[in-house]
């Protein structure tokens, strides 16, 4: 049963890059799509963006000039940079697996969450 | 602000019927799939719904889905305690390019 966890700072500093792992155990990567979503405190899903296993990528235009979402097969990992972060960066960050078909995309499969806070 | 509305709560009692819907518009709901997730306080979300309708292996026949027009609806029916949770309707908006999530339902069970 393929499962997914992510791994990376709880702690992030005003202006610094966040980055964190998803590592994807019991099962491949491949000809998959992957996605990071995050949640504010006490707030809705936002999507930051989704990775195909070739390294094809789609982002949120509103995040796009700040992520970076890449992936290594070979480890079973993909990973989010988010750089210049600012305290409203501060969110609960998961990893997804994005199962896409004839025109249809949902998240299938979801990480626990890491909760990362932006703070000096 | 999101640009899928969904009402803040909704509640009933064990054993009746919620529906809470997902209004949107023909850039989003009208022209592409909705699906649906369960969110319990401290935990990831959960498919329920894909492609308007459908239910993943294992998501019991009491939780449905549909979509008319420019609006989604997801059903609870027997509802329990077990079903207080949040819940979000999501799609893609093509004049936005990006995915949207809605800004989720409150579940109650009085």
Redesign the interface.
Known sequence: QVQLQESGPGLVKPSETLSLTCTVSGGSMRNLYWSWIRQPPGK????IGYISSLGNTNY???LKSRVTISVDTSKNQFSLELRTVTAADTAVY?CAKW?YDS???????????TLVTVSS | QSVLTQPPSVSAAPGQKVTISCSGSSSNIGNNYVSWYQQFPGAAPKLLIYDNDKRPSGIPDRFSGSKSGTSATLGITGLRTGDEADYFCETWDSSLSTEVFGPGTTVAVL
Not at chain 1, 44 to 47: A, F, H, V
């Open positions: 809705g899903l936002e999507w949120n235009p509103s998961y199962t025109g249809s995309g949902y998240f299938d499969l979801w990480g626990r969450g």
